[in-house]
């Protein structure tokens, strides 16, 4: 279809360019002709004004002045003669064979032209259409979801539009490569997400499943169907967490939470994901200490106080759980230049420092056992990674002071 459109083009221009060469060629020829007539009369002019006098020196004389001459009666003694505008008059012979020759000429000169033309018509159409294929094959290939081998130089197009419309059709290619792999990673994603969650529930459901069978024996004493029954539970509040995490997981990714940073104290930031876990904390008699200067209360720095907040809670809420009893847990501020440096060290088991790149990924609980012992979802420091990211921010793990205990270092923008 591009080809016919582009053999129709292509025959318009050239109808067009004929026309155009044809009406110079007439305009050409009639000036050469009008020319040769003008030398046609004024060869009559002088032999009728010759024929007319009996002077001849003072009538060329006359004329090599520029003198204007009656020539009149010469022009009637001709007639009379049978000189007349015939095939007898030699000199109005000889201006029809020059007219003839102009018109000769012209039509070879014209059929050359055409010739010409024709030759670089077929050629160019043959060209454009070699180009149009090569598009259609590009935008054919595209379609096949084939972005590989796409690599056509602009100045191979003959044709400045084809050119033109190869770059639109190259920048359409890669829009689409991009979505094709966006596509593709979020199918990866969505699998990677189905397996996780299935993973996840699997030892749950089996707990409970397991739990249920046992409390369906009439032979239970009551201690052991309160202890089934608390397992039942344990297990649910688990799948309850699971879920929970899961929901915030997928309003996080999809957009649906909205991170709106303001500037708003940092302090009081602090002191709510402190409140937070408290409880928890005093249960283990963990201490949780802030070491900073004292202008650390009138700290203000752009971040959104409820989210900053949750990333702050995770990371403690790890901290004591996989931290002993009486032990502290220290939050270190330091206002830097242009961002803000908060370190949060415990002193529980640590972390393996081959894994430091796999606690921020989504369900990663770690190899030791003191992590398989406690509960847990694994989505928590992936939220707080996730949290911290969409401020633009940094978080990193690292080893605490003499191998004891783990640091996590949280670095945010000023402004």
């Known amino acids: 279809m591009c080809g016919k459109m582009s053999s129709r083009t292509t025959k318009r221009k050239m109808i067009k360019q004929v026309a155009v060469s044809l009406l110079i060629f007439i ?18 002019n002088l032999l009728s004004t010759v024929v007319s006098q009996e002077d001849t020196v003072k009538i060329v004389t006359g004329i090599l002045k520029g003198e204007s001459l009656d020539y009149s009666e010469g022009e ?4 009379e003669y049978g000189f007349e505008r015939n095939r007898d008059n030699v000199i109005y012979r000889r201006f029809w064979m020059q007219c ?41 290939d595209y379609r096949k979801e084939n972005f590989n081998d796409q690599i056509v130089s602009f100045r191979i197009f003959s044709n400045t539009e084809l050119g033109r419309l190869y770059l639109e059709i190259e920048a359409l290619g890669n829009t689409l490569q991009l979505l094709h792999k966006r596509m593709r990673a979020e199918k990866e994603e969505t699998k990677s997400l189905v397996t996780d969650i299935s993973h996840q529930l699997k030892t749950p459901v089996a707990a409970l499943k397991t739990s249920f069978e046992i409390l369906q024996n009439e032979n239970l004493i009551k201690e052991e169907q309160m202890e089934f029954t608390e397992r039942c539970n344990m297990q649910l509040r688990g799948i309850e967490n699971l879920l929970s995490a899961l929901v915030n997981i997928s309003r996080m990714e999809s957009g649906m939470i909205t991170i709106r940073p303001e500037e708003n104290y940092l302090f009081d930031t602090i002191l709510e994901a402190v409140n937070r876990v408290y409880e928890k904390a005093m249960n283990k008699h963990i201490s949780i200490e802030l070491d900073a200067d004292e202008t650390v209360e009138e700290l ?10 949750e990333a702050f809670i995770n990371i403690l809420e790890n901290a004591i759980k996989y931290s002993p009893e009486n032990t502290s847990i220290t939050i270190r501020v330091m206002n830097m230049t242009t961002f803000l440096r908060m370190e949060i060290e415990d002193q529980g088991i640590g972390i393996p420092k081959e894994e430091y790149n796999k606690v921020f990924q989504r369900f ?4 030791l056992e003191e992590v398989k012992k406690e509960s847990g979802s694994g989505v928590g420091l992936y939220l707080t990674r996730e949290i911290i990211n969409r401020h633009h921010g940094t978080i990193r793990v690292s080893a605490g002071k003499y191998g004891v205990g783990t640091v996590f270092t949280i670095q945010l923008p000023r402004a």
Request: proline letters at 1%; glycine letters at 6%.
């Open 27 to 44: 305009l050409f020829d009639a000036a050469l002709i009008f020319i040769e007539y003008g030398n046609y009369k004024e060869k009559i």
């Open 76 to 79: 009637a003694i001709l007639k």
């Open 100 to 140: 003839g020759k102009i018109i000769g000429l012209s039509i070879l000169l014209f059929g050359a032209e055409m010739i010409l033309f024709l030759i670089i018509t077929r050629k160019r159409e043959s060209r454009e259409i070699t180009e149009i294929k090569q598009l259609e094959k590009i935008v054919s």
């Open 300 to 309: 203000v720095v752009i971040h959104d106080p409820k989210w900053i907040a």
């Open 364 to 367: 990663f609980r770690g190899s």
